[in-house]
């Protein structure tokens, strides 16, 4: 850049914060304005796989690959599949030194990347209301207090309900017909040894029809579970969602016929369930190009959880402050940054959208569908006819 330009990342999430954290790397100044009242206000959801050609591929632009490994979990790469009769259909042994995709808990990553941040980088506590486009090619910043304050370049990295999209586009998530309920199982080998069962080392999935049920391990002994259904998205409807008795009633109604082992992650979680309807963006979502404002991550391309959510956003902000330290004017930063994100975008939401479809048919077959193309080379290793529980 021939000028320092003024850099403003709503959203300290993966995306915004490996954003900030190359700029930093590269001298160039920025501040984030995130929402939560600090790093530790809110819990940061389950385990994420970082695939080697995105999400690592912007650790190592961040500098934080070594780290990133030392934290990192290869063994979670297992991963096995039941039908809903608890049979074990494929079973995928990780080895520890398979660095394709290994799993890292999302707290764990997070506070990587902010730890490795110049301290009051992040303006915790501060809500973003909007973006304005200004005539002279800078953004105005509106914070939630009313003030506001004029940038070169404001990223707008604050996820799905991103408060910078409206600047670049109408498009609003819609209900993507797929609802997840979350529930969680600690100390699992000691208290849940049948769950620890199932889910080995690295992720589990039974499915059937419309239906699935997803156990992912965590770092100590922590286990996340998500019911995943296609339905309404008021499946919940007459039932108060603080009631975990109703709810789990409701949810076991809607799994009846299934394994007696795999409807004991209905029955024996830790706490309560916590509904998260899956949103998506329209696809392609793009935009004409706007002076002084951009997206990346959710913000940019949600899509159906397909495990390359968290891995774009990460790639999005190495690339997007790559190409601001690599032009002259943020203009053609934005032009290069944005003419290789969107296309990307839209052929991985297309096959998030494609990999939903078949995983969860919109079919009234209680019984699994595993097409061959789920697994290119044709073969289903280990297809040992187990019976767990
Ligand atoms: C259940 C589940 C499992 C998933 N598993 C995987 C996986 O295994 N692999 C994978 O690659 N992806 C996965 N994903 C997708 C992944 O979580 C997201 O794609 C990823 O978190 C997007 O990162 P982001 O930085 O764009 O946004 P976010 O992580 O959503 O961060 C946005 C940040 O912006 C802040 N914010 C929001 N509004 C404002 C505002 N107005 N002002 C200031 N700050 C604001 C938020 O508090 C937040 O900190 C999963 C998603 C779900 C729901």
Request: proline share 7%.
């Amino acid at each position: 850049m021939s000028t320092t330009p003024r850099i403003a990342i709503a959203g300290a999430g993966l995306g915004g914060l490996v954003c900030a954290r190359v700029l930093q790397r590269h001298g160039v100044p920025v501040t984030v304005f995130e929402r939560d009242t600090g790093p530790r206000s809110r819990a940061q959801g389950g385990t994420l796989d970082i695939d080697a050609d995105t999400g690592q591929a912007a650790l190592r632009a961040a500098g934080l690959f070594d780290r990133f490994l030392a934290l990192s979990r290869p063994e979670g790469q297992e991963w096995r599949l039941y039908d809903r009769h608890a049979t074990l259909i494929r079973h995928d042994r990780a080895d520890e030194d398979d660095l394709s995709r290994p799993e890292i808990d999302r707290g764990r990553l997070r506070t990587l990347l902010l730890d490795s941040l110049t301290p009051g980088t992040v303006r915790w506590g501060h809500s973003i209301r909007a973006v304005t486009p200004l005539p002279r090619g800078t953004a105005r910043l509106h914070h939630h207090d009313r003030t506001t304050e004029e940038f070169d370049l404001v990223v707008g990295a604050d996820g799905a309900w991103s408060r910078v999209r409206p600047a670049l586009s109408d498009a609003q998530p819609s209900y993507a017909g797929v609802t997840m309920v979350e529930a969680r199982f600690d100390d699992v080998d000691r208290r849940h040894p049948g769950i620890a069962r199932l889910v080995g080392r690295g992720t589990m999935s039974a499915k059937a029809g419309g239906h699935s049920l997803v156990l992912q391990r965590n770092s100590d002994g922590h286990v996340r579970a998500y019911i995943t259904f296609r339905g309404p998205q008021d499946w919940h409807a007459g039932l108060d969602l603080a009631d975990t008795e109703a709810v789990r009633a409701r949810l076991l109604a809607r799994y009846q016929g299934w394994h007696e082992s795999l409807l004991d992650i209905l029955r024996d979680n830790e706490g309560g369930f916590i509904d998260r309807p899956m949103f998506v963006l329209p696809v392609p979502h793009s935009w004409q190009r706007v002076p002084g404002v951009t997206l990346l991550g959710d913000a940019a391309h949600l899509m159906p959880p397909a495990g390359v959510g968290a891995n774009l956003a990460l790639l999005d902000g190495a690339e997007l402050a790559r190409a601001v330290i690599d032009h002259p004017t943020v203009d053609e930063a934005l032009d290069s940054y944005e003419s290789v994100m969107l296309p990307r975008a839209a052929d991985n939401a297309r096959a998030a959208r494609r990999m939903l479809a078949t995983l969860l048919p919109d079919t009234d077959s209680d019984e699994a569908v595993f097409p061959d193309s789920l697994w290119p080379d044709g073969t289903l290793p280990d297809p040992r006819p187990a019976r767990t529980g």
